[in-house]
């Protein structure tokens, strides 16, 4: 077991709020409100959160929290200790990747079974590259269960690696192709750290994926307004709100 040496530890705070037994992690903006306004949850219903928000919905239809939004490894990390600190036992991180496999398109939904470690975050929670054969795992039995769920909905996903950087304008064409050669679909910022640290912590973890550029081709291919892209994003929020309240 990695030892937890750390000068600075997560500490729950002054009344700390209740972050349900699964917590939701919502890299967009635009995808959290989306989730609020569906189970109507004001914005000023929300608590600080470091610089993002965290919505405990009052309703006991909905035993979970959201929190968002944020962007790369180290800051989804802090929001995954307090989380975890809080008392969620389950994190379910929802956030857009880049196609790397040809058979991934914009709008396609995707599963990570596994993350490439390419973050600097990971190996300070016990990752070691070794050892690890380079990836960072999720829960495997809460995947289990949100790929059936998905199934059971009838929403049509990918399940595999994902590659995780923190380096978003250094996904060079070497890089790509290393990464394609190993059957990745897709390019993120967040999944590896937080496979990582939810094991260092002894929580579940497991991540969805929207699709919503290509590198595929080794040429960037922007997706954020094509139709598709934004009609997954739209089926999607309601999905998550359906398998975080069966969860």
């Not at 919905?57 to 802090?78: C, H, L, Q, R, W």
């Not at 990971?122 to 769920?149: C, M, Q, R, W």
Request: charged residues 25%; hydrophobic residues 40%; proline residues 5%.
């Amino acid at each position: 077991m990695f030892k937890d040496d750390g000068i600075v530890k997560p500490v729950k705070g002054r009344n700390p709020p209740d972050p349900k037994p699964v917590a939701l992690m919502v890299s967009s903006k635009t995808d959290l409100d989306c989730i609020c306004n569906l189970i109507n949850i004001r914005d000023d219903q929300s608590r600080v959160l470091h610089n993002s928000k965290f919505f405990s919905p009052k309703d006991s239809e909905y035993n979970f929290s959201i929190t968002g939004p944020f962007a790369g490894a180290p800051y989804a990390v802090m929001l995954l200790e307090t989380l975890a600190v809080w008392g969620a036992s389950r994190i379910i991180f929802y956030g857009w990747c880049g196609a790397v496999s040809d058979s991934v398109k914009i709008g396609d939904i995707i599963v990570a079974t596994s993350a490439f470690v390419d973050d600097g975050t990971s190996k300070h929670y016990g990752y070691d590259e070794i050892s690890h054969n380079g990836v960072a795992l999720p829960s495997f039995g809460l995947t289990e269960k949100i790929k059936d769920l998905l199934t059971q909905s009838g929403a049509f996903f990918h399940e595999g690696p994902v590659w995780s950087t923190d380096a978003i304008y250094r996904e060079t064409p070497g890089k790509a192709a290393y990464y394609k050669e190993r059957n990745v679909l897709g390019v993120e910022m967040e999944l590896s750290a937080i496979y990582s640290a939810a094991g260092f912590r002894n929580i579940e973890a497991a991540g969805i994926l929207i699709v919503s550029d290509e590198i595929s081709t080794f040429t960037w291919k922007p997706g954020f307004r094509d139709e598709r892209f934004l009609k997954s994003r739209d089926v999607m929020c309601e999905a998550l709100i359906k398998i975080c309240q069966i969860l």
